[in-house]
């Protein structure tokens, strides 16, 4: 276990510093994993390792969005202020985008 | 340390987890629920957002090891990145694109503030993704974090409804069109469905969140200079 959990934190750990040193606009997290899907197919880091523990966090991160979440009770004015503009793009922008990609995808095939 | 905050997120999100499990409707999406009943409580109890954020902060830190972990599926996912490398290339790059510009530009049309332009773009992303990439382009991660699941409920529930209207029958473009637009959540609807759509919408979603971050903090540097 502790070492599943090493490699996530040192891949996660390997990201944030990567991102400070490169002063890349990427959140260190994606870099990390980006970092970790490589060393994974390079054969540096071995799947068994770490497939247990990665599937725990993945499995469980749908409580993890609750808290800032949350935070959008600070925003409150915002929401009603602009409710036609955040509605209006949610809902035409998925429609757009679900049959454009479909059909693009079905097009190139 | 003040232990209302941690202690309160998980009982509710208990309770919502396992109505959802007895019935499993989009409506009772456990974490929408979770995000409402807990402001409602903190309304009513005269609780500020800081103090309950002094506990609950922790479980929020755990998004960071979580996303670097969505390497485990997208590296067992391997071989359909070979099998289906057009498609699935150009549906993520051509959607994730349609995704962002189309919420931006919509959002401008009905006159949306800046703070909703930067927030709105990257919600087709996988939620701790976006929470991350909205915070580097300096929208409201909180506003991000609602609307994205929101963008993921549209496509758990009508989703499949909207492809087959529009006759997207192939089994590859359903999945990555439904993974692209809503992430996790129509991702989930997807795998019920069909098992090829289901594990292309988990790669395009997971791809997809790979493309907004390396683009998006640029995308939003060149249109807010339109």
Partial sequence: ??????????????????????????????????????????????????EREAEFFVDNMSIMFIPPGVGIMLYFGLLIDEILPIIGALVLSFIITIVFTGKIVEVLR | MNLLGIFLTISVYFIFSRLYHIRKKFYLNP????????????????????????????????????????????????????????????????????????????????????DVLLSISPKSVTTPIAIGVSEQVGGIPALTAI???????????????????FRVEDRVARGL???????????????????????????????????????LYYLIKILMRL
């Fill in chain 1, 1 to 50: 276990m502790y070492k599943g959990l090493a490699i996530i934190f040192g891949f996660y750990f390997l990201g944030e510093v990567s991102m400070e040193l490169s002063n890349l606009p990427i959140p260190g997290n994606v870099l990390g994993m980006i970092l970790l899907v490589l060393a994974l197919g390079g054969g540096m880091i071995d799947l068994k390792d770490v």
């Fill in chain 2, 31 to 114: 974490v929408m629920l979770s995000i409402t009943s807990i402001i409602i409580l903190l309304y009513t109890a005269g609780i500020e957002y800081e103090v309950y954020m002094e506990s609950a902060r922790i479980l929020s830190f755990l998004l960071g090891p979580a996303v670097v972990s969505l390497a485990i599926p997208l590296y067992k996912k391997r071989d359909f990145v070979i099998d289906y490398s057009t498609q699935i290339s150009s549906g993520v790059i051509f959607g994730g694109l349609i995704a962002i510009l189309s919420a931006f530009f919509i959002a401008h049309l009905l006159g949306g503030s800046e």
């Fill in chain 2, 147 to 165: 609307l994205v699941i929101i963008t993921g409920i549209m496509g758990n529930s009508i989703g499949l409804a909207i492809l087959n209207l």
């Fill in chain 2, 177 to 215: 069109a439904m993974g692209v637009t809503s992430h996790g959540l129509g991702t989930a609807r997807m795998i019920q469905e069909d098992k090829l759509s289901g594990a292309v919408s988990g790669l395009g979603m997971a791809l997809n969140g790979v493309l907004t971050s390396l683009l």
